[in-house]
């Protein structure tokens, strides 16, 4: 069977390190592996709109934004198909038919729909369109006959409702769906990088995220004004490594090499946390040696970015040749999934045929 890659995220903003760890910076090493026969990368617009509908001009703007940020982390255009999911009408028929195979109180019960709701004060009136939003998204990776949805833990439960849809379509129709499986990043900490202010996500709306695009200088702003352990007042006093943000960034992104590049006084994160620990080690030291890695992470991002914005209407281009290429797809999975529903009419030569002999006989 054929390795695909389908993955994608919602253009509500620019984004931020929390996707590059969580997400970005793997779908890069899989695309350049080799080991796939192809890879969909998709703008979901259409499910931002979902709790957006009232701020169309918000997704608009911000699909160029995330397209860019693709680019600029190494997503290649000639080993990936980057797409805009709205502009595959496929999608949304697919989905049609998916909603009859689902019940209300399994999407109910989806834990990432339910979380979203309480954070979102929809308790009281749920649109419909982001009730359904996981159905929506079992046909995204299905269209693609995606294998591999590489993504964080938070999209764990719609790979799992996607997996239930095929299983139920493959049982009702006939072996037709591919059941995906989610890759989750490797590095547990990479999971859900917390805000630079301490709290569970980075996040637009808490002001708490570090951009793939901030300058330089606004990344060494936002670390050294990152939360740590408020009782660690004085360089002296001991300090907790556990639940410090500073810390749990360096579990995120920090490399052995790193040690005798920019902090030769150490040679690991261990020792750095028990002297910490201990007391005498200050704040700022910590964070200026964060700081120095995240600006080596963050450059070269930073200088594709501003060579792919000199010319944005190729970007246009590059986006329009990818939904072109992801309709050729998901139009041909469309055919399947009508084909296996029996909804094929006019070129099921044999249904015309026996219904021909059918009204002959009477
Ligand atoms: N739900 C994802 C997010 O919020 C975006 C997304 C839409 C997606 N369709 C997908 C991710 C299919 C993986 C596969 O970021």
């Not at 606004?218 to 050294?224: H, I, N, W």
């Not at 992801?326 to 296996?340: G, I, M, P, Y």
Request: hydrophobic letters at 35%; proline letters at 5%.
């Amino acid at each position: 069977m054929k390795k695909i890659i389908l993955t994608g995220d919602r253009p509500t903003g620019r984004l931020h390190l929390g996707h590059y760890v969580g997400s970005l910076k793997r779908r890069v090493e899989l695309q350049n592996s080799g080991e796939y026969d192809r890879v969909f990368i998709m703008i979901a617009d259409a499910q931002a709109l979902t709790d957006n509908a009232d701020n169309p001009e918000k997704i608009r703007q911000n699909i160029i934004e995330v397209a860019l940020d693709y680019l600029s982390c190494g997503i290649d255009p000639s080993k990936s198909t980057i797409f805009i999911q709205s502009q595959i009408a496929e999608l949304c028929e697919l989905s049609f038919y998916y909603m009859n195979l689902v019940t209300v109180s399994r999407l109910q019960r989806n834990p990432t729909v339910k979380s979203e709701i309480q954070m979102r004060n929809f308790e009281t009136s749920i649109p419909v369109g982001f009730f359904t939003y996981p159905i929506s998204q079992a046909s995204d990776i299905t269209a693609f006959r995606a294998t591999t949805v590489p993504a964080g833990e938070d999209q764990e439960p719609m790979v799992e409702q996607t997996r239930e849809i095929v299983r139920k379509f493959n049982s009702v129709y006939g072996e037709t769906l591919v059941e995906p499986e989610i890759l989750l990043p490797e590095n547990c900490f990479c999971q859900r990088l917390p805000g630079t202010d301490g709290k569970a996500k980075m996040s637009k709306s808490l002001g708490n995220c570090i951009y793939l695009s901030d300058t330089a200088e606004d990344v060494r702003k936002k670390v050294m004004g990152m939360y740590t352990d408020p009782g660690h007042i004085r360089v002296e006093d001991p300090g907790k490594t556990e639940g410090n943000t500073v810390f749990i960034y360096l579990d995120a992104f920090s490399r052995p090499e790193h040690f005798a590049e920019f902090l030769p006084d150490y040679s690991s994160l261990d020792e750095l946390k028990e002297h910490y620990r201990r007391g005498g080690l200050g704040d700022v030291k910590v964070k200026k040696f964060l700081n120095s890695i995240l600006q080596q992470e963050l450059e070269p991002i930073r200088l594709r970015r501003k060579e792919f914005e000199k010319d944005i209407p190729e970007v246009y281009r590059m986006l329009k040749t990818g939904s072109d290429a992801a309709r050729e797809v998901a139009a041909q999975t469309l055919s399947d999934v009508r084909k296996a529903m029996r909804i094929n009419y006019f070129d099921d030569t044999e249904l015309i045929a026996s219904q021909a002999k059918r009204f002959r006989a009477e």
